[in-house]
């Protein structure tokens, strides 16, 4: 079992940047690929970054690319989301997420954490 615990949401101004820490336990994490998923109210809960076991190949939403970059500390057993320009639309709850295969990492991931809250005002 691996369980999950986001850190690092909070207040930013458009523009602005914000790292996020997703933190696990259990002794199976290194071969578990993650992926962190955000859901703003009223909204679809969208994915938005993977990272595979290994770190060696990332995935990104269009909406994402170029602002977000994922990465991953196995000795830490920590998965890292640096988002930088922040924009209103990217307030949401954030969710990381790990699953046995990349694949199901990106949809339909085994383990979830509860999520942070981030907040980017206009």
């Known amino acids: 079992q691996v369980q999950l615990v986001e850190s690092g949401g909070g207040l930013v101004q458009a523009g602005g940047s914000l790292r996020l820490s997703c933190v696990a336990s259990?002794?199976?994490?290194?071969?578990?690929?993650v992926g962190w998923f955000r859901q703003a109210p009223g909204k679809e809960r969208e994915f938005v970054s993977a990272?595979?076991?290994?770190?060696?190949?990332?995935y990104y939403a269009d909406s994402v690319k170029g602002r977000f970059t994922i990465s991953r500390d196995n000795a830490k057993k920590t998965v890292y989301l640096q988002m930088n320009s922040l924009k209103s639309e990217d307030t949401a709850v954030y969710y990381c997420?790990?699953?046995?295969?990349?694949?199901?990492?990106?949809?339909?991931?085994?383990?979830w954490g509860r999520g942070t809250q981030v907040t980017v005002s206009s």
């Open positions: 997420a790990a699953g046995s295969r990349t694949y199901t990492a990106r949809t339909s991931p085994d383990y």
């Open positions: 259990g002794r199976t994490f290194s071969s578990y690929a």
């Open positions: 990272v595979s076991s290994s770190g060696g190949t990332n």
